[in-house]
């Protein structure tokens, strides 16, 4: 049986590590698998893993200190920014050690990097005759010092996966005369539902962090006016993130108190009642790699309604057929596609049924057969 590790900064909350412990536990019936984390923010993973899979953090009772470094330069406190930027620096070079120092000992068959930072020392530090392989989940959203990064640590690695086709196709040129093979291996849904959502509920639905690239204000905006003309119709938001006091102040400030419910970071249980529960999904995020929340809410036949700058809504929804893309962020475009499913049941549930179809592509049963795949072509 061939050995896995898959390398992972934490397995806390967020996209990448919901979609390494999901990797894992379709991995674990057919290899042995395990988990170099470097942090342990929690007392166990924030995602269902499977008893099989063998978890190593690789160091103790340390973490990143990032928003306490910020909220120290924020406040111009002399004596709390030296103590939490050395604090800082000696996380970072206990991560890099101890990362590194797995990897130069790891006897695995074969090592997936979920980091960038982890490709650079992947390449450099894996055993002879270890198969390496990169899991790029950004996209470079137009930033080239990130692509150039990227595409420089990959040419050290046997494959690099990447979740988008345009990703794909666009490292696979970049790479061209290098060892390394690009390949499009989607991210993984848990499960499909049973049922799909009846729609019948006035309620309006979106999942994810609470940072400005997902654009929450922006959220905020668009449900004020949408409350306006339809004031029975509810917001519920699940995430957390630095701009929640933001946001709070904002709900505040236009009496919506009442109709929108920051329900903060829920188990999948939760999100699943939430997404079953609604009729309409709204994103706004300006850059968004894959967009997974996307996926599990069109595998509840949830509509959904996108700012077509988030890359990777543009390689889920086909417009007009199982959701909405809106080209320019126009928010009265947007708008009037929130009302235009408002309006029409029937629409709703034909977008809905057509995002149902969309989302089996990326069930564990189909993906699964792309990375046994690539684990069994790997030599």
């Known amino acids: 049986m061939k050995k896995i590790s ?6 806390g909350y967020g996209g990448i590590e919901k979609s390494i412990i999901a990797l894992a536990n379709l991995l674990a019936d057919k290899y042995n698998v395990e988990i170099a984390c470097s942090y342990r923010l929690y007392d ?3 995602f269902n893993i499977d008893k099989k899979v063998k978890i190593r953090y690789l160091t103790k009772d340390i973490a990143p200190n990032k928003d306490e470094f910020k909220d120290a330069l924020k406040r111009k406190n002399i004596h709390n920014i030296i103590q939490e930027g050395n604090k800082s620096i000696n996380v970072l070079k206990l991560r890099k050690m101890t990362m590194i120092n797995y990897i130069k000992k790891c006897d695995s068959d074969i090592i997936i990097s979920s980091r960038d930072i982890f490709d650079d020392w992947l390449g450099k530090y894996a055993k002879e005759g270890v198969v390496k392989i990169g899991w790029e989940h950004n996209h470079f959203h137009g930033n080239m010092k990130y ?12 494959y690099f996966v990447l979740v988008s086709k345009e990703l794909r ?4 040129d970049r790479l061209k005369g290098t060892k390394c093979k690009c390949v499009y291996i989607p991210n993984i849904i848990d499960k499909l539902p049973k049922y799909l959502s009846r729609l019948n509920k006035k309620r309006l639905v979106s999942v994810g962090r609470l940072s400005p690239e997902k654009g929450p204000m922006d959220l905020l905006k668009l449900y004020k006016r949408i409350h306006e003309v339809h004031p029975d119709w509810t917001l519920e938001i699940i995430g957390d993130g630095t701009e929640k006091s933001k946001m709070e102040d904002y709900i505040r400030d236009n009496n919506l108190d009442s109709k929108v419910t920051l329900h903060g970071f829920r188990n999948k249980d939760y999100i699943d009642d939430i997404l079953h529960n609604s009729s309409i999904y709204l994103m706004t995020s300006f850059t968004e790699s894959f967009g997974i929340v996307l996926i599990e809410a069109m595998s509840h036949g949830v509509p959904c309604i996108a700012f077509d700058s988030a890359e990777g809504a543009r390689e889920l929804i086909d417009h007009g057929e199982n959701g909405y893309l809106i080209k320019d962020r126009d ?3 947007y708008i009037n596609k929130v009302f235009k499913l408002i309006d029409d049941k029937a629409l709703r549930e034909t977008i809905g ?9 990326y069930t564990g049963e189909v993906v699964i057969k792309l990375w046994i795949d690539l684990l069994e072509e790997a030599k």
């Open 331 to 333: 928010f009265s475009k």
């Open 169 to 172: 196709d666009y490292y696979s």
């Open 147 to 158: 692509a150039n990064k990227i595409t420089k640590y990959a040419k050290k690695l046997d």
């Open 6 to 11: 898959i390398l992972s900064l934490h397995l």
């Open 353 to 361: 049924k057509n995002a149902y179809e969309e989302a089996k592509s």
């Open 44 to 46: 166990k993973p924030a």
